[in-house]
């Protein structure tokens, strides 16, 4: 089992599922990346059996901007060093989310990990958009019931900074989170009021996102992750909306 985060189990029935277990997603994930990290760590002279097989994590933390780049240059040095695919968990918080969620769109990016920081670095570079476009992606979003000021903030600030309008859903990585190329991503978040009213470690102050399901650790409540924006009354859905897009998730860590 995993240490750092407690918790999943992937169930798409449309319910709150309660437990502490891990997903099958999560489970076909890590089971399918046991073989390249036992291949790196044979390579490193690092002997171990398959049912001892380390969970190696990386844990990115905050920052913005600076994260984002940290967590990629760290990545691309991990890959020349030969350790990448020792890794069985990427996580990350705010900035460090950034940097996963454009890595996660390739379905090999530890193949291609140096190629991918350069084109983070082109993108970066590129000159500020016009603020038309943040204000055309402010009203578009407006016209959601959930419109809140996490969507002002990504419109702005985060569109600003990124330079990238990004459409897809975060139930799209499934395929790359669990054929085993790369690390299974768990990106977190926090509950202010819950941090506010408890500290960082009470019960609910963490809020995690999978492909495959989402939600509170300490509690051992998640919902499919393609559920994300819809309405639940007493653990059952009720309401189906569409699942919000990681563009709007980057203003949310």
Known sequence: MRYFIGILFWQD???????HELSEGEKEATGN???KVLECLKSLNIACAEDNTPNIAILGSGGGLRA??????TLVELKNQG???AVMYLCGVSGSTWCMSTLYQEKDW?????DLEQRLCDTLSKPPHDIQEEFTIATQAAEDELFSLTDVWTSFFVYKTLKQ???TKLSEHEDTSTSGTNPYPIYAAIEANKLGEAGENSTGTWFEFTPHESGFPGLGAF???KDLGSKFKDGNLKEKREEKTIFYLQGKH
């Open 223 to 225: 919902v499919c992750t």
């Open 13 to 19: 029935d449309g319910r709150v599922r309660l437990s």
């Open 83 to 85: 350790l990448l695919d």
């Open 68 to 73: 984002m780049i940290a967590l990629q240059g």
């Open 33 to 35: 990346r046991k073989a």
């Open 110 to 114: 530890t193949e291609k990990v140096q």
């Open 165 to 167: 309008y990004d459409k």
